[in-house]
């Protein structure tokens, strides 16, 4: 862009008739608040495709319509026992251990977590689908863990449906193991 938008200081600097050494040392002033410019939105941009603006805390009741629309993409085909609303009312009514993952005000993650005195339990991990595979969901694992810990939680579990075979991996490269255990569970009438 040439003309008064680049004039610095009464100087055109693209149109200056006298090449001076002023003329220079106000060109280069200009290229690096330019190139400066340039930096600061490529490394923004950068970390916040890194995740640096993940925020992983506890849920709060202001997040759940973001929550309920996440379960309810994530587990399009749970059993009407999982409805969401009716799931977050019911933990609630217990202890608050519901996780978040938060980018940019939008909810990305969410879990619940169990803790009986014995063990821990995670249940309803979930990723919003565009999130996935930039660790969102270890850091929200790897959180909900350590806020079981500091409960005094020393072991976790988590059961994983037969047929969700791929998430093996997930829990895998967050250190849990595969035990030799058979899943048993009633509903109690
Ligand atoms: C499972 C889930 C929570 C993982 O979340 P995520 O944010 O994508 O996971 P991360 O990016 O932290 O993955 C960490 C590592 O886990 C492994 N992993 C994650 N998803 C995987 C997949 N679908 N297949 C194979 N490995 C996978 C990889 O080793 C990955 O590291 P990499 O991306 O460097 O290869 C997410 O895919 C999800 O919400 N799935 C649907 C809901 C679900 O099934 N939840 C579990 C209920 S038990």
Redesign the pocket.
């Known amino acids: 862009m040439r003309g008064a938008g680049r004039r610095q200081s009464g100087v055109d600097v693209d149109n200056h008739p006298i090449k001076s050494i002023d003329w220079l040392e106000k060109r280069a002033s200009f290229e690096i608040r330019g190139f400066r410019r340039g930096l600061r939105q490529t490394v923004w941009s950068v970390l916040n495709r890194t995740g640096a603006t993940l925020n992983l805390r506890k849920y709060n009741n202001g997040d759940r319509t973001q929550v309920v629309a996440l379960w309810n993409t994530?587990f399009p085909d749970d059993p009407p026992h999982n409805e969401p609303n009716s799931v977050i009312s019911e933990k609630l009514k217990v202890d608050d251990l519901i996780f978040v993952a938060e980018k940019d005000q939008q909810i990305v993650g969410a879990c619940i977590a169990g803790y009986d005195g014995h063990r821990g339990w995670l249940y309803a991990?979930?990723?919003h689908p565009s999130?996935?595979?930039?660790?969102?969901?270890?850091k929200l694992v790897k959180h909900t863990l350590e806020q079981l810990k500091c409960l005094g939680c020393m072991k976790t579990n988590?059961q994983?449906r037969s047929t969700?075979t791929?998430?093996v991996?997930?829990y895998e490269?967050l250190g849990f193991s595969t035990e030799d255990r058979l899943s048993m569970g009633i509903f109690i009438e």
């Open positions: 994530v991990v979930a990723i999130n996935r595979r930039s660790g969102v969901g270890s988590i994983i969700n791929q998430v991996s997930f490269s």
